[in-house]
């Protein structure tokens, strides 16, 4: 018999093993134990607000009884077949998918970069393939744009920091600036697969597309032959008040990837596209093990009939509106000289000071961080009510106040 070591009881002892056996990539700030709705403890039974939610996973919040619900139950039945075979769930999930987007099939996957990665496979099958142009090699992304970890993620990713010391990188990916058209123009032409953009840059800083940029890259795209995708993997699935974000701005992309929000916390992504750019892939050409599987199918289904409501994103709409508002109002000299965003995706730009705010937050009892360097993200759950806003406002204020107070 193997005997194991216990698991320390002690949370030093306990963080220790964590750091010392987990990557070397992550640094993690807490132990956390369990949440329900918009609260969290940690093993130490300190008590969070969530303003965090998983990095904008947590749609319902934690444990929202239908999530949970659909995942017990799925559990008892099945939770992976392969995609050998279907289940109800993952019908019901591509089903759900279809009858509110504008596409007509789903590749489901596990993950963001998953997602982008088939959607750029998906691209460059459907050009090369159905349109037998082997010229179009080349794929247009944007400078602070985030779509994930993967070797053609980071790629496509417009920030140097994600690419140092993994070269070489897959070639054929261009860099053209966000909201600016122009530098979009002169890239695009020919050789252009494809353009990948987030409608608002999430990691990169919250920064929401302008009026007309994705209406200009619409135009471009179908003037040049080349297909436009949007990243909706943090925009998706009510974030922005909209079930997708391309509904808010009223340009319908040719794919459109998804995950973040979709699972409620359980991992899943999509790629969602029309039937004529599915004709790209044929049997064999793509697939993932745990892609549909049915515990997350059910969980995606649970979060999908929930949100889709018109009065759940109008309440996203409107708790999006109280929460700039009670950004705009805070004071001193580290208040917001920006607060942007769409619905339930804010960021506050305070500055270099940004990462002290959170870990001075964190301490406060709220959950938040960080996107690009100078700005406080808040991407609660959904199920935000105005006086999660108000105590959120009255910690973001303390945090303001500590660190501007230290020497
Ligand atoms: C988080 C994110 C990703 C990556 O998703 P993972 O699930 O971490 O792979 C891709 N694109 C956008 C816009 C994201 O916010």
Request: net charge negative.
């Amino acid at each position: 018999m193997t005997m194991h070591t216990p698991l320390p009881t002690d949370p030093e002892a306990l963080m220790e093993l964590g750091y010392r056996t987990g990557s070397t990539s992550y640094a993690p700030q807490l132990i956390l134990d369990h949440g329900k709705g918009m609260e969290v403890w940690d093993i130490q039974g300190k008590r969070y607000l969530d303003f965090l939610a998983g990095i904008a996973v947590n749609a319902l919040g934690h444990c929202h009884p239908r999530v949970v619900e659909a995942v017990q139950t799925q559990a008892g039945q099945a939770m992976q077949i392969s995609n050998a075979y279907m289940s109800r769930a993952q019908i019901r999930m591509q089903q759900l998918l279809v009858e509110l987007s504008f596409g007509d099939r789903v590749f489901a996957c596990n993950s963001g970069a998953e997602a982008n990665e088939s959607a750029i496979k998906l691209a460059r099958r459907y050009q090369r393939v159905v349109r037998g142009d082997t010229n179009r090699t080349e794929i247009i992304s944007f400078n602070h744009s985030f779509h994930g970890r993967t070797l053609a993620a980071i790629t496509a990713t417009g920030q140097p920091k994600y690419h140092v010391g993994f070269e070489p990188l897959p070639p054929g990916f261009l860099y053209a600036e966000y909201n600016d058209l122009a530098s979009v123009e002169a890239l695009i032409g020919p050789r252009t697969t494809a353009v990948l953009v987030e409608p608002i840059q999430g990691e990169g800083g919250i920064r929401p597309a302008a009026p007309g940029f994705l209406e200009g890259l619409r135009e471009l795209c179908d003037k040049h032959g080349a297909l436009l995708i949007f990243d909706e993997v943090q925009t998706g699935v009510g974030r922005t008040g909209h079930l997708f974000a391309y509904q808010h701005y009223g340009v319908t992309p040719d794919l459109m990837t998804l995950a973040k929000g979709l699972g409620g916390g359980v991992p899943v992504g999509a790629l969602v596209s029309t039937d004529e750019i599915f004709k790209g892939f044929v049997k064999g050409s793509h697939a993932t093990t745990f892609g549909g599987n049915p515990l997350a199918s059910a969980a995606a289904v649970a979060v999908l009939e929930v949100v889709s409501e018109p009065s759940f994103l109008a309440h996203v709409r409107a708790m999006g509106e109280y929460l700039v508002g009670k950004l705009n109002s805070l004071s001193g000299p580290l208040a917001p000289r920006e607060v942007r965003g769409v619905g339930l995706m804010i960021g506050a730009e305070v500055g270099p000071k940004a990462l002290a705010i959170m870990g001075a937050g964190r301490d406060l009892g709220l959950l938040f961080n960080t996107a690009g360097a100078d700005t406080l993200r808040f991407v609660p759950p959904l199920i935000v009510q105005p006086d999660d806003i108000d105590a959120c406002a009255l910690i973001v204020q303390q945090a303001l106040d500590v660190v501007a107070a230290r020497p």
